[in-house]
Nanobody, 114 residues
Framework: QVQLVESGGGLVQPGGSLRLSCTASGFPLDGYIMSWYRQAPGQERELVARISSAFGGTTYADSVKGRFTISRDNAKNTVYLQMNSLKPEDTAVYYC???????WGQGTQVTVSS
């Protein structure tokens, strides 16, 4: 069964850090483009970061450049999102996504608040 499971979300103060993990099962992670999206209440889901399957090239939303880092460990079948210097506007449910296949995880809540 193909599955993506996110973890690592939580409540953090502004300026703090979190690392999200997305563990894949049912398929090997290499060969897939992996992405992190987020969706805040009342807003559309948006792309946060993407990492390619071939050489690990990365793409980031302008709002997170310089603060977030996406990485992958194919041996652990896991994708990570390191989030530093968090802001209240980063508050959202964060989802893991794979292409091809258009598979989504269930999401993990990140709340940035003092």
């Amino acid at each position: 069964q193909v599955q993506l499971v996110e973890s690592g979300g939580g409540l953090v103060q502004p300026g703090g850090s979190l690392r999200l993990s997305c563990t894949a099962s049912g398929f090997p992670l290499d060969g897939y483009i992996m992405s992190w999206y987020r969706q805040a209440p009342g807003q559309e889901r948006e792309l946060v970061a993407r990492i390619s399957s071939a050489f690990g090239g990365t793409t980031y939303a302008d709002s997170v450049k310089g603060r977030f880092t996406i990485s992958r460990d194919n041996a652990k079948n896991t994708v990570y999102l390191q989030m530093n210097s968090l802001k209240p506007e980063d508050t959202a449910v964060y989802y893991c996504h794979r292409l091809p296949g258009n598979t989504w995880g269930q999401g993990t809540q990140v709340t940035v608040s003092s």
